[in-house]
């Protein structure tokens, strides 16, 4: 049968001397005596097997031993902390700041209908929403959690998949009525296009279908880095344009654009749930991880 490993409470002890300078000073802060803090060190000592102090009458100094074993230690009270802190956020309504950074493309298309569903859930948490084109640090700029669309995250992160996206090719039905739709890709390489600079790629589109891969190099005028901007010059009949399929939802079923080479696939994406690996996660922050896979897990968007 397993015990809990009796040096724990004397390596805490151990861990205030070597912050605190002294043991006289380090038994002040435990409200304690001398003594007793010097047995417990020589207890810890004893069942280490290694000296972790250089004691004198005049100053403390610590072995290697005392280095090595200082690391754990701090360890130790920092996972003391953090579960303690869990424990006790089992017992309230989650509450308090959660910091989400969202790419520009996908804050119009569904972020609204999440965070307000959210909210109805649980009123006491606010949410600090970041839309940018920039993609954040999440540790150093503070960021509890991120939405991402990327072929592969940084490994310190947790990524959790959330759906996988596609791009359709759109038109305005004027400009459809004009110059008619592209029967294959390579029509594109002759009709005016809205091109969005998505995975470098530019303007050069790559399709599949049935195993045959086509790429085309398609003509345009004007390169944006911003799908709403895109999508408004597509309706206005500036040329045909590739949007992500949940971006494009909206326009297509009021009519404002329609889709064309349909029969051709664009490569899937992947869009994560990302955030910094805490163990164990603030109540708070874990009530909007479990939320954001549950929204997704009930309706991916687009055309999952």
């Keep these: 049968m397993e015990t809990i490993d009796p040096t724990s409470p004397l390596a805490?002890?151990?861990?205030?001397?070597?912050?605190?300078?002294?043991?006289?000073?380090?038994a002040e802060r435990l409200s304690t005596s001398k003594s007793q803090v010097s047995k417990q060190l020589n207890r810890l000592e004893a069942q280490l097997g290694a000296q972790l102090l250089f004691r004198s009458t005049r100053r403390l100094a610590l072995t290697e031993a005392g280095r090595a074993y200082l690391d754990y230690c701090r360890r130790l009270r920092d996972l003391l902390r953090e579960s303690a802190a869990a424990v006790r956020e089992l017992g309230d309504a989650p509450r308090g700041r959660v910091r989400l950074t969202?790419?520009?493309?996908?804050?119009?298309?569904?972020?609204?209908?999440?965070?307000?569903?959210?909210?109805?859930?649980?009123p006491q948490i606010t949410v600090e929403l970041d839309v940018s084109l920039a993609e954040r640090d999440l540790e150093e700029d503070g960021f509890d959690l991120a939405i991402r669309s990327a072929p592969a995250l940084p490994?310190?992160?947790?990524?959790?998949?959330?759906?996988?996206?596609?791009?359709?090719?759109?038109?305005?039905?004027?400009?459809?009525?004009?110059?008619?739709?592209?029967?294959?890709?390579?029509?594109?390489?002759?009709?005016?296009?809205?091109?969005?600079?998505?995975?470098?790629?530019?303007?050069?589109?790559?399709?599949?279908?049935?195993?045959?891969?086509?790429?085309?190099?398609?003509?345009?005028?004007?390169?944006?880095?911003?799908?709403?901007?895109?999508?408004?010059?597509?309706?206005?009949?500036?040329?045909?344009?590739?949007?992500?399929?949940?971006?494009?939802?909206?326009?297509?079923?009021?009519?404002?654009?329609e889709r064309v080479l349909a029969d051709w696939e664009t490569p899937s994406h992947p869009v994560y749930l990302a955030y910094p690996k805490k163990t164990p996660q603030p109540a708070k922050v874990r009530a909007l991880i479990d939320f954001i896979a549950g929204w997704f897990a009930a309706a991916p968007p687009g055309g999952n």
């Design 102 to 122: 969202v790419p520009q493309m996908f804050a119009g298309a569904f972020i609204a209908d999440l965070l307000l569903s959210f909210h109805r859930q649980y």
């Design 155 to 257: 490994p310190q992160l947790v990524a959790r998949c959330l759906f996988f996206t596609r791009d359709w090719v759109v038109a305005a039905p004027a400009l459809l009525a004009e110059l008619g739709a592209p029967r294959r890709p390579a029509d594109l390489a002759r009709q005016p296009c809205v091109v969005h600079p998505r995975y470098q790629q530019g303007a050069r589109w790559l399709f599949e279908r049935e195993g045959r891969v086509e790429e085309v190099e398609v003509s345009h005028w004007l390169q944006a880095s911003d799908y709403s901007l895109n999508e408004r010059l597509a309706e206005a009949g500036a040329g045909f344009a590739r949007l992500p399929d949940f971006a494009a939802t909206a326009a297509l079923a009021s009519g404002r654009l």
């Design 12 to 26: 805490l002890t151990f861990l205030t001397v070597a912050e605190a300078g002294s043991i006289t000073a380090a």
